[in-house]
Structure formats: C-alpha cells, structure tokens
C-alpha cells in the first residue's frame, strides 16, 4: 500500500518562502510520476507540478516561483515555495501514480494519480 506523508505547511507574510515535502513508502516501482496539486477555499484542485521521467512541468500560476526537487533516495519530493502571494493560500496535496509504461510523461491532472496526501496547509497573508 503507497503511503505519501507530506510535511507541515505553515503560514507566511507575502513575499516569503516555505518548503513543503512529501515522503512516499510502500511502493517498489520505479516508473512513476508524483505531483503537487493544490486546493483553495471555493476552487477546484489544480495540478501545479508533475515530475517524473526526468522531467518537471509547472503550472504557469507557480512558474518562477516553485522548484521541485528529489531527495538522493528519490523517495522524498519536495516543493520549494518561493515569492508566496495571498492567491497561493491552500491546501496542497502530492500525489503519485502507479506504475508507469517504459516510454512516459507526466501530467498535471488529478484523475492521472493513484495516490494522494492528505494535504497540508499553507496560507499566505499579505
């Protein structure tokens, strides 16, 4: 069974920085995509990084601003949140497909992934 625990979001003035990370167990697979995805009050989900395959794409709403990044195990995803702005306020989940085929890319919806964290709060006050 794929566990995803992501760590503690937190709250920030504008401008600042939080690093959020998600630690997977219980999978073996090596093909896999694993995405943050976030939520705000009164919104739909929305994809806002997809890596996997050697490649991490970006939502254009955190271009710039968000790097994600592999712990040397590859077992921890992280997500360097930098110039936060109140519309970043929400919750933010990672998320992890199953098994993927050799040839593969990775995307940012929602219905892609098998697995979810339970979220993580992150709120942004200007």
């Known amino acids: 069974q794929v566990q995803l625990v992501e760590s503690e979001g937190g709250s920030v003035q504008a401008g600042g920085s939080l690093r959020l990370s998600c630690t997977a167990s219980g999978d073996t697979y090596k093909r896999y995509c694993m995405g943050w995805f976030r939520q705000a009050p009164g919104k739909e989900r929305e994809g806002i990084t997809a890596s996997g395959g050697g490649q991490t794409i970006y939502a254009d709403s955190v271009k710039g601003r968000f790097t994600v990044s592999w712990s040397t195990d590859r077992n921890t995803l992280y997500l360097q949140m930098n110039s936060l702005v109140p519309e970043d306020t929400a919750i933010y989940y990672c998320?992890?497909?199953?098994?993927?085929?050799?040839?593969?890319?990775?995307?940012?919806?929602?219905?892609?992934?098998?697995?979810w964290g339970r979220g993580t709060q992150v709120t942004v006050s200007s």
């Open positions: 998320a992890k497909t199953g098994p993927r085929p050799s040839a593969y890319s990775c995307d940012r919806e929602a219905h892609t992934y098998d697995y």
